[in-house]
Structures are given as C-alpha cells and as structure tokens.
C-alpha cells in the first residue's frame, strides 16, 4: 500500500508545492517535496497501550512496534516542520533527537459551530466522545468511574463512539456495578454532538 503511495506521489509531485502527513502512522515517504508533520500522537507513547490488550489491532501493534516507531523517527528527521498540540508531545518528541526549531505547538481550536446555543437541561455528568480503544484512554475511565460513583452513586456517563474496546467496555460497567451508570449511544453524526455536549456537565479527554 505504501509503495503504491509513493508511486503516485511521484508522479504527481510537479503539481504540488508540500506535502502534509498526519500521524498516527505516518508513511515513510522518500521524496523531493517539502514535508509538513502534523502530530496528534507519538507511537513512541501509544504502543504501551496495548500492552494488555489482545484483539487483532493490538497484537499487529505489539507485533511491528519496533519497526512503526522507527518509520516515524525516520519520517520526523526528515521533515522540515512538524506541528503538534501540546507541549507534552514536544517533550516526547526530543526523545527522537530532532531538531527542536522546526517543531511548532499549535493550541487546541474549536470550531465555531461547536459553541452550542442550545438551552438545554443537563441529562448527563460526564460525556466521552471518540474511539473506542485503548489508545483513547478508555481503561482510565472505567477505573476512575467506580472511585467517582463512590461519592456520586447516580452519576452518568454518556459514552458516543464506537470500536474495539466497546464490548469490554460495556462488560467492565457490569462488572462495577455501573451499568446502569453508563449509556453507550455508538457513532453520532457530528451536527448531533453539539447537543450532547450541551446536555452534558463534564467533557473528558483522558
């Protein structure tokens, strides 16, 4: 797959000025085109969340995660900006001995359209909207929801998204007491969030 990138690339390199990647995953990619990075994540720091999973996913990851982390380091010397989000991931990002200059921190931006004008009463506590797998910190949540229950016995999480970790997701609720804590909604279209956003009190990132 990636050779057929490049292949195309190639070919049609004259036409573009950069060429922008975007990790996680970010293809190693030998071409003559200006490469900006952006970074929402290193696997330098996400492999360890796998550790003890073990679907497909995470055991391809355990599998090739020495040859992933090294095609991103190579991928990030060689290009001549990288942007990421948080100085944290710059941290991370020394550890690859790059070159720091050509590393710029952009802050976090919400869209306009997300700033809710709905008047709504709050239904819920905590909403949760992503992926759901490991790598999304859905472990942290389910540990931290019984420690959160103990003061706040009706507390209620509203979970939007779907993946690999949702049935274990759905399973460690029951196992904590919790399900009836828990509502799992699956994808949501994006124009419906707002609103689940603005019935809810707390938006956690973990």
Same mark, same amino acid.
């Given at each position: =797959?990636?050779?057929?990138?490049?292949?195309? !690339?190639?070919?049609? #390199?004259?036409?573009?000025?950069?060429?922008?990647?975007?990790?996680?995953?970010?293809?190693?990619?030998k071409i003559s085109l200006p490469k900006i990075v952006s970074v929402q994540s290193l696997w330098l720091e996400?492999t360890k969340y796998f550790k003890d999973s073990n679907d497909y996913y995470s055991l391809a990851v355990k599998?090739?995660?020495?040859?992933?982390?090294?095609?991103?380091?190579?991928?990030? $010397?060689?290009?001549? !900006?990288?942007?990421?989000?948080? $100085?944290?991931?710059?941290?991370? !990002?020394?550890?690859?001995?790059?070159?720091?200059?050509?590393?710029?921190?952009?802050?976090?931006?919400?869209?306009?359209?997300?700033?809710?004008?709905?008047?709504?009463?709050?239904?819920?506590?905590?909403?949760?909207?992503?992926?759901?797998?490991?790598?999304?910190?859905? $472990?942290?949540?389910?540990?931290?929801?019984?420690?959160?229950? #103990?003061?706040?016995?009706? @507390?209620?999480?509203?979970? @939007?998204?779907?993946? @690999?970790?949702?049935?274990? =997701?759905?399973?460690?609720?029951?196992?904590?007491?919790? #399900?009836?804590?828990?509502?799992?909604?699956?994808?949501?279209?994006?124009?419906?969030?707002?609103?689940?956003?603005?019935?809810?009190?707390?938006?956690?990132?973990?």
């Amino acid at each position: =797959m990636v050779m057929k990138i490049i292949i195309i !690339l190639k070919k049609i #390199k004259n036409d573009f000025d950069i060429l922008h990647l975007h990790s996680p995953l970010v293809p190693k990619i030998k071409i003559s085109l200006p490469k900006i990075v952006s970074v929402q994540s290193l696997w330098l720091e996400e492999t360890k969340y796998f550790k003890d999973s073990n679907d497909y996913y995470s055991l391809a990851v355990k599998l090739f995660e020495k040859q992933v982390i090294q095609s991103e380091k190579d991928t990030l $010397k060689q290009a001549n !900006l990288i942007c990421i989000y948080s $100085k944290q991931e710059k941290k991370l !990002l020394q550890m690859y001995n790059l070159n720091l200059p050509k590393i710029n921190v952009i802050s976090g931006i919400i869209q306009s359209n997300f700033v809710s004008t709905y008047k709504t009463k709050k239904e819920y506590d905590v909403i949760f909207v992503g992926r759901l797998n490991p790598r999304k910190g859905v $472990k942290e949540i389910m540990k931290a929801a019984p420690l959160i229950a #103990k003061k706040f016995p009706f @507390i209620r999480f509203l979970i @939007i998204g779907d993946g @690999i970790s949702r049935k274990w =997701m759905e399973k460690e609720a029951e196992k904590i007491g919790l #399900k009836n804590n828990f509502i799992f909604l699956g994808f949501v279209v994006n124009k419906k969030i707002v609103r689940y956003f603005s019935e809810s009190r707390i938006a956690i990132v973990p």
